[in-house]
């Protein structure tokens, strides 16, 4: 059983940046490959960043790709989204999850495969 705890979001002018920390309970966090998602106010849940359980890999979104860094510390069970060059469309509840991907490179876009959120984290960048 794994727990996910998200911090860090808040409030950021446009061109700002943020750190959002994702802080795993369970000894066993490290095998797990982790992704960042966010719903903004209306839409659809959507993909933002992945890492897996090694840390080698990672992917983003297009709409993130340049300005956001997903990493993790696998001593410290916690996975970190560095967010740089914020705009107001960032706007969003950023969920963090875990799971174990049979396929991390075809299926970190696809919620279904982690099995444990947290209850996610407000970001809110103004223009």
């Known amino acids: 059983q794994v727990q996910v705890v998200e911090s860090g979001g808040g409030l950021v002018q446009a061109g700002g940046s943020l750190r959002l920390s994702c802080a795993a309970s369970g000894r066993t966090f490290s095998s797990y490959d982790v992704g960042w998602f966010r719903q903004a106010p209306g839409k659809e849940r959507e993909f933002a960043a992945a890492i897996n359980w090694s840390g080698i890999s990672t992917y983003y979104a297009d709409s993130v790709k340049g300005r956001f860094t997903i990493s993790r510390d696998n001593a410290k069970n916690t996975v970190y989204l560095q967010m740089n060059s914020l705009k107001p469309e960032d706007t969003a509840v950023y969920y963090c999850?875990?799971?174990?991907?049979?396929?991390?490179?075809?299926?970190?876009?696809?919620?279904?495969?982690?099995?444990?959120w947290g209850q996610g984290t407000q970001v809110t960048v103004s223009s």
């Open positions: 999850a875990a799971g174990k991907l049979s396929n991390f490179e075809l299926r970190h876009r696809t919620e279904w495969d982690y099995d444990y």
